[in-house]
């Protein structure tokens, strides 16, 4: 079945970067934009990006241009999502999301906490 | 930036109709897609292109789309579609940028 699963929990300073997996199964992972969204607790669903695994294009949501990259491993069907000079704000669950008409399979979540 | 504007919260009794609505000036242009999340859990799609229907989603979920509205319409709520409920669409400037609404807490008692 089509799933995606992602790396484990981190705990980061502030400054520092993070870099989430997401490694995709089930299905030809570049036929199928991959999309991340962040929650921080208590809050709502925020996009922060797309990019498509065949071409590597990428969009980013502009409250995140400039600390977001997000990249593929086409050989081992995984997505990767880097934040950059992290703060706290940015503490939050980190989906990643598979789009085809509509993100119709999500991985489970990885949680970042950015604490000193 | 693009903004898509849903109430906070909408309350029903178990077996009436729920209806949800998301406002954003490129609706009439873009699709509307629907995502219910319950707590601790990642969200599930309920609607996509305004009112289509995934496989395994209930059929008392429907969507409509008008003008700079859409709205996701529960018909006969039950208490298990207590859930966050978020209308999701692109803006309309080119650059494929998404947003989600600021989502809708449903309670069904």
Known sequence: QVQLVQSGAEVKKPGASVKVSCKASGYTFTSYDIN????ATGQGLEWMGWMNPNSGN????????????????????TAYMELSSLRSEDTAVYYCARDG?????WGQGTLVTVSS | SYEL?????????????ARITCSGDAL????????QQKSGQAPVLVIYEDSKRPSGIPERFSG?????????????AQVEDEADYYCYSTDSSGNHRKVFGGGTKLTVL
Do not use: C, H
């Open chain 2, 5 to 17: 504007t849903q109430p906070p919260s909408v309350s029903v009794s178990p077996g009436q109709t």
């Open chain 2, 64 to 76: 409509s789309s008008s003008g700079t509205m859409a709205t996701l319409t529960i018909s006969g």
């Open chain 1, 36 to 39: 991340w969204v962040r929650q």
């Open chain 1, 58 to 77: 990428t969009g980013y949501a502009q409250k995140f241009q400039g600390r977001v990259t997000m990249t593929r491993n086409t050989s081992i069907s």
């Open chain 2, 28 to 35: 009439p242009k873009k699709y509307a897609y629907w995502y």
């Open chain 1, 101 to 105: 008409s509509g993100l119709g399979t």
